[in-house]
């Protein structure tokens, strides 16, 4: 390699990941921090609040909330191991496809099912656990809200095993992408209404789309994965384009306008906290660079890598989204101006350019 392209990478790989990810500045809004949300889904606050309120009980009050946080996502993440494990191309459980590769075994779907709900458990419990002990802080929030942002990303992956990248029963892996776009843009949205607002609108679709999740690894363990691959009677769609199109409908339509209805209604309330018209619209330049910028890489790619690298070009979208957020949710937590740019996104400017990379 040559000095300047050396020095290119070199200054890349300080700016990815050599710098402080909070300053003093940071830190000072966080003394000042309050934290607001509101949840108004009758199935959360009738049904899943109820229950984390009992099962809270269960831990002894010495168990430090940010532990249960992390335990939520480790359980994910062994879930996502397994699931990679078992099904690394997204085409185990593909009837229709040459695979050679063994099916999943029943007990992977079972244990999955396990996981998700002990994931979903701990996330609902932890809040409560910290207000129980009197243990709330701006860096608990944080922590919380940061690994809730792996956790968007990582479930619905999972979820792509239990389809796969069927040619009959399924959606392409490009398809699969923005869906998974959708959902994690669903997410930032949540976060964008409370960095203009200063209040946290809690998502209807969260509670249900996990409940949802926990009955899909059911049935895959009852009856296979097969008890996934039908087709929705009068719409003449299958399972897996009806919830793939559910999603996007939910996260690219009802969140946005959900999201801007609130801006407004703070508006009118004369409460926002972002008053700037460009300030408002500044977090949505990281986000699409972020969400868009690996899809457009994996297309443009004659190395064909969304179909041949699959599971790596969603955690590599997944881990540039996670890291944007992130930042979105200590911008709005400290009442800081929120950033326009990543360097975690370099790369791909400089490849893109180029057709023949892969």
Not at 191 to 199: C, D, I, L
Not at 332 to 358: E, H, Y
Request: hydrophobic residues 45%; glycine residues 6%.
């Amino acid at each position: 390699l040559s000095k300047g392209t050396n020095f290119t990478i070199v200054f890349l790989v300080k700016k990815m990941f050599w710098y402080p990810y909070l300053n003093q500045e940071h830190f000072r809004g966080f003394d000042k921090y309050k934290y607001n949300a509101k949840d108004t889904s009758p199935l959360s606050n009738y049904v899943m609040h109820p229950f984390w309120n009992a099962a809270v009980k269960i831990f002894p009050t010495w168990i430090a909330p940010n532990l249960l946080t992390f335990l939520g996502l480790v359980y994910l993440v062994i879930n996502y191991a397994l699931l990679a494990y078992y099904d690394p191309d997204f085409n185990t459980t593909c009837n229709d496809l040459d695979v050679t590769r063994a099916p999943i075994p029943p007990w992977v779907f079972l244990a999955c099912a396990l996981l998700h709900f002990l994931s979903h458990t701990f996330d609902g419990i932890d809040g409560k656990q910290a207000r129980r002990t009197n243990s709330s802080s701006a860096l608990g929030e944080l922590f919380d809200h940061g690994l809730d942002s792996f956790a968007v990303w990582l479930i619905t992956t999972e979820m792509y095993s239990l389809a796969g990248s069927c040619r009959q029963w399924s959606v392409h892996p490009f398809m699969m992408a923005f869906v998974l776009t959708g959902a994690m843009a669903g997410f930032y949205f949540s976060h964008w209404e409370k960095y203009v607002t200063g209040v946290l609108y809690l998502p209807w679709s969260y509670d249900a789309a996990q409940l949802l999740s926990l009955v899909m690894y059911i049935a895959a363990w009852l009856r296979g994965v097969e008890a996934l691959q039908f087709y929705i009677p009068v719409l003449g769609v299958t399972f897996s384009e009806c919830y793939a199109a559910t999603l996007l409908i939910t996260t690219l339509v009802f969140s946005p306008i959900c999201s801007l209805m609130n801006v407004y209604l703070s508006y009118q309330a004369g409460t926002l906290k972002q008053t700037k018209l460009s300030e408002q619209l500044a977090p949505g330049i990281l986000l699409g660079l972020t969400l868009l910028l690996p899809i457009v890489w994996a297309f443009l790619s004659r190395a064909d890598i969304m179909n041949t690298e699959t599971r790596w070009i969603y955690w590599l979208q997944g881990i540039i989204y996670s890291n944007a957020t992130c930042r979105l949710i200590v911008s709005q937590m400290s009442s800081t101006r929120c950033n326009r740019w990543s360097w975690m996104i370099a790369p791909f400017c400089v490849i893109l350019p180029d057709r023949k990379s892969g």
